[in-house]
């Protein structure tokens, strides 16, 4: 059976985002690519809510190919290229889009489904509108993440809609020269 593991940076108070849905707070260096790349690597499906996979579809396929690309806008365009997507969304068609899945309106049936049809994980990547949305339904089995050592006030937040109790496990813990943190937490359910 698949996993969906959510890999989100946030604020130290909780926030994926600012008010108007701003990240210019998010420490990304060297350092934290080498890590999230390695990570990456060991899996080949995306999950993504539609305003952020825009967003990646707007960057990502010609990363690689601007002048003065980095090793990460490499690597990860790469990567990239060849993950499969799979987007939730009501509005997209996915006719027009190259190996990618869209997802509509029944998405909690669709992605219990994918998930027994599966033996790996699919990488929720930002989307916190999306994080909320399956976190309601219970969909999250792993958590990955990446706390910045900022205090926001007010924004997006990363837990929203959580109808239940979720007892998590810490399965580990990487502390980056920056100060991030990154902490992986697995959902406890019961069998």
């Known amino acids: 059976m698949g996993k969906i593991v959510l890999f989100m940076h946030t604020s130290l108070d909780g926030f994926a985002a600012g008010k108007k849905g701003e990240m210019d707070w998010i420490h990304a260096d060297q350092e934290i690519f080498d890590f999230v790349e390695e990570r990456i690597s060991k899996t080949n499906t995306a999950l993504?809510?539609?305003?952020?996979?825009q967003m990646m579809e707007s960057y990502w396929p010609t990363a690689a190919e601007q002048p003065g690309a980095s090793k990460h806008d490499r690597v990860h365009a790469a990567w990239y290229k060849n993950a499969h997507k799979v987007v939730l969304s009501t509005t997209l068609n996915e006719a027009t889009l190259?190996?990618?899945?869209?997802?509509?309106?029944?998405?909690?049936?669709?992605?219990?489904?994918?998930?027994?049809?599966?033996?790996?994980?699919?990488?929720?990547?930002?989307?916190?509108?999306?994080?909320?949305?399956?976190?309601?339904?219970?969909l999250i089995d792993e958590c990955w993440l990446f706390i910045n050592p900022v205090l926001l006030g007010e924004?997006?937040?990363?837990?929203?809609?959580?109808?239940?109790?979720?007892?998590?496990?810490?399965?580990?813990?990487?502390?980056f020269s920056s100060g991030v943190v990154c902490l992986q937490h697995e959902a406890q359910r019961e069998s």
């Open 155 to 175: 924004g997006i937040p990363v837990f929203k809609g959580i109808k239940e109790k979720q007892p998590l496990r810490l399965l580990k813990t990487h502390a």
């Open 98 to 138: 190259t190996n990618t899945t869209v997802i509509g309106k029944d998405y909690a049936t669709a992605l219990r489904k994918l998930k027994q049809e599966m033996a790996g994980e699919m990488l929720l990547f930002g989307s916190p509108t999306t994080a909320h949305a399956l976190l309601a339904e219970n």
């Open 48 to 53: 993504y809510g539609r305003v952020t996979f």
